[in-house]
């Protein structure tokens, strides 16, 4: 007879405390039934599940039940466990919808293939006997790199000219990360503020969640390449202005200056791109590389190595 | 390059079969023209299957789509009175698919445009001609345009866009 959640607690961590004694699964198929208190077998190792993953948004918490944190009953490390949720949606990206799918073995492969290389999540993969790819996470310690950015109480001149050097060259070095997949035939898939993380003690740029896919033939890494557009937006902005957060910023009565269509992003277009007009200081060069992804530009990058062309000599005219 | 050569690209959309038809306006009473109907295949993505079976089922439903395709497309040109020895078709297949084959030429699925033009060149055709989806600029930006990016990439031959 199997063991129940208490036999085995009792075996592995006798001091573990939880809010009740579960179930234990090795298939994890039905994976809304898994919860708190449950454990999870797989490859003959023990995990216990202390609830769901949630995604915060906008002040909303949103539960992903098929992503568990656990606690890794044979060694007590904290890890996460993702199970298979196949999901097909479009992804609305202003007035584009793009088809997107949340791939398992798109993450298992990519896991193996970044192995040991600290620019990436950690983890491996694992089938428990029904067949599901398991992916087994280590957390990350540290805080998502728009949160850190947000969190720098200065005015934009400060933290351009004070922090913005040292965040520079970490998100070439991540954006060099997202060129190693491209050049294996793989993507990231889900580039966006909330996956590049901060890493507590080293400061090291490390990107999370390569789950999702996309299929674009003529542009195969379109998207990614827009995403790491937006957050050097983002980096350089020390956020995102739309018309309304630059009438703000002229609150005091200087002159607002002459703002047209082109100057926003050309999918977003509440988020301007030029931010060398709210922002003179801006180098020509760096503003040059935002002004790529707005509505003016008839050239747009195809590849991370053109996106880098162009921003690597910032680095040295913001010295 | 011989100018007497037409490639049209097709991809099974309502503006291909357009490319077909102006093509075939075009050269229907000139004896001395050749045409090409070149399919490049895209193989559905593995990583949006949960299985491999499912893969493979939508890859052989879309191979047969694209060969009757290419099949209607000839068929259109002859009903024209386009000789049949003046027409070829041609399917590429992607290196990717798990449908077999080992094909001298296939597509690694990185560039259309550029799979067409490859074809062009080995083969001197002297016009290449294509359906145009008329994307808005932002889906360009995000999708790419095989069209456009013939019409920047494409040398030594002329380029017919129809839309």
């Known amino acids: 007879m199997s063991e129940s959640v208490k036999q085995i607690l009792e075996r592995l961590n006798p001091n573990a405390y939880v809010d009740r004694y579960g179930q234990v699964y090795t298939d994890t198929g039905d994976f809304m039934r898994i919860t708190g208190g449950d454990i999870i077998v797989l490859n003959n190792e023990h995990y216990l599940v202390l609830r769901d993953e949630v995604e915060r948004s906008f002040g909303i918490e949103d539960p992903k039940y098929w992503v568990k944190r656990c606690r890794h009953l044979e060694t007590g490390m904290r890890r996460i466990l993702k ?61 998502r790199l728009d949160q850190w950015i947000h969190e720098l109480d200065f005015d934009h001149k400060t933290y351009f000219h004070e922090y913005l050097p040292q965040i520079l060259p970490k998100f070439i070095a991540a954006c060099e990360a997202i060129k190693f997949l491209h050049d294996r035939g793989e993507k990231h898939g889900d580039i966006r503020r909330d996956h590049l993380w901060v890493e507590t ?8 969640d390569f789950d999702y896919t996309f299929d674009f033939h003529e542009n195969p890494f379109g998207l990614d390449i827009f995403g790491l557009g937006g957050l050097l937006l983002y980096i350089v902005g020390k956020g ?8 703000s910023l002229y609150a005091d009565g200087r002159s607002v200056p002459g703002i047209v269509e082109g100057d926003f992003l050309l999918v977003f277009k509440n988020r301007l791109a030029n931010l060398k007009k709210i ?37 040295q005219q913001m010295a | 390059m011989d100018t007497n050569k037409i490639l049209v690209a097709i991809d099974g959309s309502e503006n291909s079969r357009r490319a077909i038809d102006y093509v075939a306006a075009i050269i229907k009473d000139c004896q001395w023209f050749k045409v090409k109907l070149l399919y490049i295949e895209r193989s559905p993505d593995r990583d949006f299957f949960a299985d491999d079976d499912l893969w493979k089922k939508a890859c ?90 013939i019409i920047h990439s494409g040398s030594n031959c002329t380029i017919w866009v129809v839309q």
Request: proline content about 4%; hydrophobic content about 35%.
């Open chain 2, 60 to 149: 052989v439903k879309q191979r047969k789509a694209m060969h009757d395709f290419l099949s209607k497309g000839k068929q259109l040109l002859l009903q024209r009175g386009i000789e049949e020895e003046r027409v070829q078709t041609d399917y590429v297949e992607s290196c990717n698919s798990p449908l077999g084959g080992n094909p001298d030429y296939c597509s690694r699925g990185t560039s259309i445009a550029q799979d067409i033009l490859h074809v062009a060149k080995e083969e001197g055709f002297g016009t290449v001609a294509i359906g145009r989806r008329g994307v808005s600029k932002a889906e360009e930006f995000m999708f790419g345009s095989v069209s456009s990016k």
């Open chain 1, 279 to 315: 922002f003179p200081y801006i180098p020509e060069s760096l503003n040059w590389v935002l002004m790529h992804f707005s509505g003016s530009s008839t050239v747009y990058y195809e590849t991370v190595d053109e996106f880098l062309q162009d921003l690597r000599p910032c680095l």
């Open chain 1, 83 to 143: 199970l298979v949720f196949h999901e097909e949606f479009f992804l609305q990206l202003g007035e584009i919808k793009v088809p997107c799918y949340r791939s398992p073995r798109k993450e298992a492969r990519i896991l193996d293939l970044v192995r040991g290389d600290g620019r990436f999540m950690q983890g491996f993969s694992a089938k428990d006997p029904a067949g599901n790819n398991v992916r087994v996470l280590d957390v990350i310690r540290g805080k």
């Open chain 1, 240 to 247: 995102f202005y739309s018309h309304q957060n630059i009438a």
């Open chain 1, 201 to 208: 003690g080293t400061g090291k740029y490390v990107w999370i």
